[in-house]
């Protein structure tokens, strides 16, 4: 099946920094999905991409779809302490009931 | 809050014992899909239920069942529990669309 590739797997920066990880697949999705794990919760849906080439943001976070399609890229500015979790990026299969495709995650930690 | 609720939060079961897990969908979402989640990875995708209609199925076996009740709320049983079955299990609701919008899960332990 498809699967999508996850980068950085896990990064430890300092308050105040920007952040970007990437989110790459050997298929081409029509939908690109962001979203935020804390510990012991249910995934957070961040943003939402359905275009290639669309930008998104949503505060301090900016979503893009690849223009290939297959890759999309999210970038924090400014971390903080609650940003610490995990980033997953996500894609409907609209052949399985959009089913939803997950990358294997970036863990972020923030120094203070 | 995304108002997808599940019950139980945790659970603790002994192998090949039966299970029944609860969720509740959002107010208005038609659909709901089950996620399996193992430590330290992506949610794996179970199925997917919409109006009531199995709509889509990821590579588990038949002894992960479902059903979506007419006020679309669903439950998941799991058969035979193996101790590879523990995991976080996921429910998330939806209308139609991409979006899915995950509740905070239940814990499974299998001994």
């Known amino acids: 099946g498809q699967q999508l590739n996850q980068s950085p797997q896990s990064m430890f920066i300092q308050e105040g920094e920007d952040v970007s990880m990437n989110c790459t697949s050997s298929s081409i999705f029509n939908t690109w999905l962001w979203y935020k794990q804390d510990p012991g919760e249910g995934p957070v849906l961040l943003i939402a991409?359905?275009?290639?080439?669309e930008l998104t943001s949503n505060g301090r976070l900016t979503a893009q779809f690849g223009i290939t399609r297959k890759d999309s890229f999210l970038n924090i500015s400014a971390s903080i302490p609650s940003d610490v979790g995990i980033y997953f990026c996500a894609g409907p299969q609209r052949n399985a009931g959009n089913m939803l495709t997950f990358g294997g995650g970036t863990r972020l930690m923030v120094k203070p | 809050e995304t108002g997808v609720t599940q019950s139980p939060t945790h659970l603790i079961k002994t192998r090949g014992q039966q299970v029944t897990l609860r969720c509740s969908s959002q107010?208005?979402?038609?659909?709901v899909s089950w996620y399996q989640q193992a430590l330290g990875q992506g949610p794996q995708f179970i199925f997917q239920y919409y109006r009531e209609e199995e709509n889509g199925r990821g590579n588990f076996p038949p002894r992960f069942s479902g059903l979506q009740f007419p006020n679309y709320s669903s439950e998941l049983n799991v058969n035979a529990l193996e101790l590879d079955d523990s995991a976080l299990y996921l429910c998330?609701?939806?209308?139609?669309?991409?979006?899915?919008?995950f509740g905070p899960g239940t814990r499974l332990t299998v001994t």
């Open positions: 991409l359905y275009k290639a080439g």
């Open positions: 107010s208005g979402h038609n659909t």
């Open positions: 998330a609701s939806s209308l139609e669309t991409d979006r899915q919008y």
